[in-house]
């Protein structure tokens, strides 16, 4: 008797696949690939975009290298010239203080001449002066003025009376060559009259007899104030060289007018 055997399991698709000495077959994807190109494009440009920017970056850094280099340069050759600049400047601050100082000196100069001058215009025609000295400053003066360089003046001779003493020394006063806090009178005595020479007696014999006249002794510091600030009255007494030398340092602006 026969018997049918039959396998059904070849017909089925999962015994077929794993069947051996069957390949996989593969298959591309089939549709749009339009992502895929871009994000191969990116993955392509990403790399030469940062290689273009290191690039400039190292090209920047060069330049600003060379930038800074020649800045440095500059800054040296500035430096030196502002360490001459300031050089002169503490010379030309040198030179002007020195100048000052000379303009100093000669704007306290007080010409005997004027001042002699100023005397003889004052002095009333009762009084006689017989010396004029320069003396240094007593303390009473010296204590009386803010400035004792210029000295003092003593002024002695001979008057008719007190009185006439007192109105010399109130023209002293007036004067611009000399300071009126410290002119003052310091002595003043009755004394007889000097005879002139070669009449010590009269006609019969006797000897002559004059009034008394009053020897005073007067002294007065020497005015502090600018030989500049007297112009004018250095003028009147006829002082025409120091006036020219004032104003020739006033035209060029080292004292003011």
């Known amino acids: ?7 059904f399991l070849k017909d089925r698709s999962g015994y077929q696949s794993n069947t051996p000495g069957t390949k996989p077959r593969f298959q591309l994807p089939t549709g749009d690939f339009t992502p895929v190109y871009v994000g191969l494009a990116i993955g392509l440009c990403l790399p030469a975009f940062f290689g273009a920017g290191w690039w400039f970056l190292g090209a920047r850094n060069n330049q ?3 930038e800074i280099a020649q800045l440095d340069q500059e800054n040296k050759k500035l430096e030196a010239e502002i360490g001459n600049i300031n050089k002169i400047r503490e010379q030309t601050k040198q030179v002007q203080a020195e100048t000052q100082g000379l303009v100093t000196v000669f704007d306290q100069i007080r010409p005997w001449s004027a001042m002699l001058q100023d005397l003889r215009d004052r002095i009333p025609a009762t009084v006689q002066i017989e010396t004029v000295k320069q003396i240094e400053p007593s303390t009473a003066a010296q204590g009386q003025t803010a400035s004792s360089r210029a000295g003092a003046l003593e002024v002695t001779g001979i008057a008719r009376s007190f009185n006439d ?4 020394l109130l023209t002293l006063q007036e004067s611009k060559f000399l300071a009126s806090s410290t002119s003052r009178i310091t002595t ?3 004394v007889d009259a000097p005879l002139p020479p ?12 004059l009034p008394q006249v009053v020897r005073y002794t ?3 510091s020497v005015s502090d104030v600018p030989a500049s600030e007297l112009i004018r009255e250095l003028e009147q007494k006829g002082t025409v060289g120091l006036v020219t030398r004032i104003r ?3 035209e060029i602006g080292v004292i003011s007018k």
């Open 165 to 168: 003493v007192n109105d010399f």
């Open 64 to 66: 600003l290298d060379q």
């Open 198 to 209: 070669g009449s010590n007696q009269s006609g019969n014999g006797e000897p002559i007899k």
């Open 218 to 220: 007067i002294e007065s």
């Open 248 to 250: 020739s340092i006033q």
């Open 1 to 7: 008797m026969y018997s049918l055997d039959v396998n």
């Open 188 to 190: 003043a005595t009755l």
